[in-house]
Antibody, heavy 114, light 107 residues
Framework: EVQLVESGGDLVQPGGSLRLSCAAS????????MSWVRQAPGKGLEWVAN????????YYVDSVKGRFTISRDNTENSLYLQLNSLRAEDTAVYYC???????WGQGTLVTVSS | DIQMTQSPSSLSASVGDRVTITCRAS??????LGWYQQKPGEAPKRLIY???SLQSGVPSRFSGSGSGTEFTLTISSLQPEDFATYYC?????????FGQGTKLEIK
């Protein structure tokens, strides 16, 4: 069974940093593109970033370029999202997703507020 | 960026009704589109991939069609558990973009 479990969400002040993790199991993690998608409270879905199976290609939505970094560790079956220079508008539930956004985790909440 | 215009933004319907939701892409995306269902407090779940392929385990009352710039999600006979918010997602080019969502409510 495919499982994706996010962690690392927290309350952080504007300008702060956070690292989100996604633990994957039940499939060959090192063969899938992986994505992060977010959803601000009461709003729609926004694709944030994705990463190639070997980590050699990464893509981002413009609003996070230069501030967020996606990475993965195929030996640990884990996906990461480093969030720097956080802003209030980054407040959202962050989901990791497999492949062409097929399977989703349950999400982790990031709140940016002073 | 490719804009995905989803309509309607909300819809009231009754159990047993047939409903259709549309997504229009601002440029051609072949069939690089998925449809998702999200219930309150839950993660989204993919229903349809490649515009018209039914995800494993999804009831056959859900169907998708379209290619290029216009796509539809059809629910042939609404069931109580289908009342939720639906989104389309294009993955033809970066950044991937979602439609604004369609909230399907009970009439």
């Amino acid at each position: 069974e495919v499982q994706l479990v996010e962690s690392g969400g927290d309350l952080v002040q504007p300008g702060g940093s956070l690292r989100l993790s996604c633990a994957a199991s039940g499939f060959a993690f090192n063969t899938f593109w992986m994505s992060w998608v977010r959803q601000a409270p009461g709003k729609g879905l926004e694709w944030v970033a994705n990463i190639k199976p070997d980590g050699s290609e990464k893509y981002y939505v413009d609003s996070v370029k230069g501030r967020f970094t996606i990475s993965r560790d195929n030996t640990e079956n884990s996906l990461y999202l480093q969030l720097n220079s956080l802003r209030a508008e980054d407040t959202a539930v962050y989901y990791c997703a497999r492949g062409l956004v097929g399977y989703w985790g349950q999400g982790t909440l990031v709140t940016v507020s002073s | 960026d490719i804009q995905m215009t989803q309509s309607p933004s909300s819809l009231s319907a009754s159990v047993g009704d047939r409903v259709t939701i549309t997504c229009r892409a601002s440029q051609g995306i072949r069939n690089d589109l998925g449809w998702y269902q999200q219930k309150p407090g839950e993660a989204p779940k993919r229903l349809i991939y490649a515009a018209s392929s039914l995800q494993s385990g999804v009831p056959s009352r859900f169907s998708g069609s379209g290619s290029g710039t216009e796509f539809t999600l059809t629910i042939s006979s609404l069931q109580p558990e289908d009342f939720a918010t639906y989104y389309c997602l294009q993955h033809n080019s970066y950044p991937y973009t979602f439609g604004q969502g369609t909230k399907l409510e009970i009439k």
